[in-house]
C-alpha cells in the first residue's frame, strides 16, 4: 500500500482508461452506468474504481473526485479549469 504523503503528491498517474471513468464518476454515474457507456462489464469498471483508489490513497468515489480537483485532473463548475483550454477559444 502505498504511504500517504506519496498518493497526496500527485506523482501517482492514472491510465487513460482510468481517467475516461473518473469523469464519468464526477457527472454522477454508478458503476453499472460506466459499464453500459463504455461497452464493459461491471465487474471491469469496479476493478478500475478500486485501483484508483488504492494509487490515490482514496478510501470513497467523494474522497477519489477530491483527489481528481486538487490534482488537475477533472474540472468542476469552473474550479480547476483555468489550465483547461476554452472551447471558445480558437
Given at each position: 500500500m502505498f504511504s500517504g504523503d506519496f498518493a497526496n503528491s500527485g506523482q501517482m498517474s492514472l491510465?487513460?482508461?482510468e481517467m475516461e471513468i473518473i469523469d464519468l464518476v464526477a457527472d454522477g454515474l454508478t458503476n453499472?452506468?460506466?459499464a453500459q457507456r463504455l461497452?464493459?462489464?461491471k465487474r471491469t469498471v469496479d476493478n478500475h474504481v478500486s485501483n484508483m483508489f488504492t494509487k490515490t490513497g482514496s478510501k470513497n468515489r467523494v474522497a477519489l473526485l477530491n483527489w481528481a480537483?486538487?490534482?488537475g485532473k477533472i474540472c468542476?463548475?469552473?474550479f480547476n479549469c483555468c489550465s483547461?483550454?476554452?472551447e471558445d477559444d480558437p
Open positions: 491510465s487513460a482508461r453499472q452506468e460506466i461497452t464493459i462489464s480537483m486538487d490534482h468542476r463548475d469552473g483547461l483550454p476554452d
